[in-house]
């Protein structure tokens, strides 16, 4: 088949030991078989990781990308994924990001994705233009923060320009260490920034003028122009562009957010613009301005303890300049606070005490941590090492994690949420551990009548067999759905989530709200040109997450892995979402068999079937 649209139809090799850069074709077959984007991500990496890799090993692959809506005016359409064997959870684990720009400048510089292996010999980034490739010297750049080192390749290479940062936390291998896209939109929990430090690699910089080609131009415009009339006409959507997350999110008043807003800035074709610039007008920090993926997260330490929030816009820009995890940090720092009070962890002389309701002696620590010295590299090496390090009581003392990652999720999680849903179900079965994907899913955050279900489904693919098991009831007399089935319903957010990250578009609730199922296949469709109906488009993307089960399984991951923490059952519980009765391990153990079933796995073992390995078409992959 020809190349379709809509993709470069090239990937990047790099070699950073040799210093080797490959442009090959991409195989216009894998287009039509795995979306683009993130299934094409999972594609590539599962072709490209050596299976039983350590994480941080010089051979360690990785793999960057943009789907084929990506560069196109839809609205949304910027996001950047990415695939690697992530330290923290060491499984193969997907990482997303709003792409800002740098996702329209690597489809505009003619690639779809980049495949990147090995050590370079120094601090190097790689800069990308229009075809051309090579891989630089990061000297005066290796050992500044995220921004700082952003805003010094903006001055050396110009604008416009995407640029992937790292920060001193990801170049001292710190397992939650993030990389940056934009100085804006975080790339990387579970520690892909330190699998781009174990590299050498501090950055990407990438330009492009080529443009991107649409297969069937009006029917593109057609459905593009319905798509933002819709947007238009939403009643909601001046109040969605003026307050972005804090209108979901409050944890700072309307009133104090608009003293502090000074612009807010967007992905490239986002119409809510929900990231924010901000300058602190008054008070010790009067002049200080940060930029962040939203000021929701600049806010995000006064969930902590941290009283003014001036002082967390401090804290958790100095935190995004290191490149850490601020949710990881704050779980650390809790933790490493309960094991000195109770005498299992002691500080050196001259360390302050850990006051996480203090922005200085939190940002303190946050400095140790990422450039590892002191307690700080104890702390920096995460939970289970902290547990090994003080003995006896110390597991005991840690917070509710999974995968080696906190749950920040939960009843005892910083964001409290205590009924079970997929997007809680989904951080113990998601292979790369706790995540905020929720895609859309009625269950995110909110008690919902199951009346509302069906139509939300259907938005989202799932087809009309499935709807009867997910909703135990519906087919009855009265159409009114009796029951919910979590586990069953996991599997088509998770499918949701996968449609919309292989095409490039943007998962938040604010965007996807106006994207359908069968709207996202008429745009493929329209912009590629592969012959793509809604049940394709799902079934494309169930192979995409059924070969990453495959690549975890490879790295011996079983259902064990899966299983939620025993603490979760106990004071406070998550609760059932319908019943809101405190939830059994048996309860759990229910729902996990519903998700196997569900994906075609094996009940018991989550271990993909034969006959349906054999559907998808991947069989030859095991």
């Known amino acids: 088949m020809n190349q379709p649209r809509g993709f470069s139809g090239n990937v990047l090799y790099v070699d950073l030991g040799s210093g080797a850069t490959e442009t090959r074709p991409l195989a216009p077959e894998l287009c039509e078989r795995f979306i683009g984007g993130l299934g094409l991500c999972v594609k590539l990496a599962y072709d490209n990781i050596t299976p039983g890799v350590e994480p941080l090993a010089p051979e360690a692959a990785i793999v960057l990308g943009a789907g084929p809506l ?17 330290p923290q959870s060491r499984s193969i684990g997907w990482c997303g990001a709003g792409g800002m720009v740098f996702g329209c400048m690597l489809k505009n510089a003619g690639l779809d994705h980049i495949v990147i292996r090995g050590k370079a010999g120094r601090p190097s980034y790689l800069y990308i233009e229009d075809g051309k490739t090579e891989i630089r010297d990061a000297a005066g750049i ?10 010094a390749l903006w001055e050396r290479e110009g604008r416009p ?21 934009d100085r804006a939109a975080t790339l990387g929990r579970g520690g892909f920034g330190a699998v781009l430090g174990s590299k050498n690699l501090k950055a990407i910089v990438v330009k492009g003028s080529r443009g991107v080609r649409v297969h069937d131009r009006k029917a593109y415009r057609k459905l593009a122009n319905t798509l933002a009339e819709s947007i238009k006409n939403y009643e909601y959507l001046k109040e969605w562009q003026e307050l972005g997350l804090v209108k979901s999110l409050p944890v ?40 962040s993926s939203s000021v929701a997260n600049l806010c995000l330490p006064t969930i902590y303890g ?15 300049c290191l490149g850490l995890d601020i949710y990881e940090l704050f779980g650390l720092l809790i933790f490493a606070r309960d094991l000195v009070q109770n005498g299992l962890l002691k500080l050196a002389p001259g360390e302050p005490p850990i006051n996480t309701a203090d922005w200085e002696s939190t940002a303190a620590w946050a400095r140790a941590i990422a450039l590892r010295k002191g307690t700080g590299a104890l702390i920096a090496n995460g939970y289970r090492a902290l547990i090994l390090a003080c003995g006896p009581g110390a597991e005991a003392l840690a917070p509710y994690t999974v995968k080696n990652m906190l749950t920040y999720v939960g009843p005892k999680g910083p964001l409290p949420w205590n009924l079970f849903g997929t997007m809680e179900l989904g951080q113990a079965m ?15 955050f909110a008690k919902r009548p199951l009346a509302v279900f069906p139509k939300h489904l259907r938005r989202m693919g799932v087809p009309e067999d499935a709807l009867q098991r997910i909703l135990p009831g519906l087919s009855d007399p009265d159409g009114t759905p009796k029951s919910l089935r979590i586990g069953r319903l996991l599997k088509y957010s998770q499918t949701w989530f996968t449609v919309l990250g292989s095409l490039g578009l943007c998962a938040r609730a604010q965007i996807n709200r106006f994207y359908s199922c069968d709207l996202a296949a008429a745009l493929y469709q329209a912009v590629t040109g592969i012959p793509t109906t809604r049940d394709q488009l799902v079934f494309r993307a169930q192979r995409a997450w059924t070969l990453l089960r495959l690549a975890n399984i490879r790295e011996g991951f079983t ?18 979402y319908l019943t809101e009765q405190p939830l059994t391990p048996e309860a759990v153990q229910t729902l996990m068999a519903d998700y196997y079933d569900e994906q075609g796995w094996d009940p018991k073992t989550g271990v993909p079937t034969a006959e349906r390995l054999h559907e998808l078409g991947i069989d030859e992959e095991r």
Request: aromatic letters at 8%.
């Open 70 to 86: 990506v560069g196109t005016n839809l609205p949304s359409s910027s996001r950047v994924y990415a695939v690697a064997r992530l």
């Open 142 to 151: 290796w050992g500044l923060g995220m921004d700082e080192a952003a805003e």
């Open 161 to 181: 320009a995407g640029v992937l940062t790292i920060g001193q936390a990801a170049e001292n291998l710190v397992p939650f260490s993030l990389a940056f896209i």
């Open 252 to 291: 700072l008043s309307r009133q104090d957010y608009a003293t502090i807003r000074q612009r807010r800035i967007a992905c490239v074709s986002c119409p809510i613009g929900d990231k924010d610039v901000v300058r602190i007008p008054d008070g010790p920090h009067a002049g200080f301005t940060a930029c």
């Open 306 to 320: 941290i009283a003014d929030f001036r002082d967390a816009i401090m804290l958790s820009a100095e935190v995004d």
């Open 430 to 444: 998601d292979p790369r551990g706790p995540h905020v994907g929720a895609s859309g899913s009625p269950t995110y």
């Open 559 to 576: 259902a064990e892995q899966d299983a939620p923490p025993a603490r979760w059952f106990k004071d406070p519980p998550f609760k059932d």
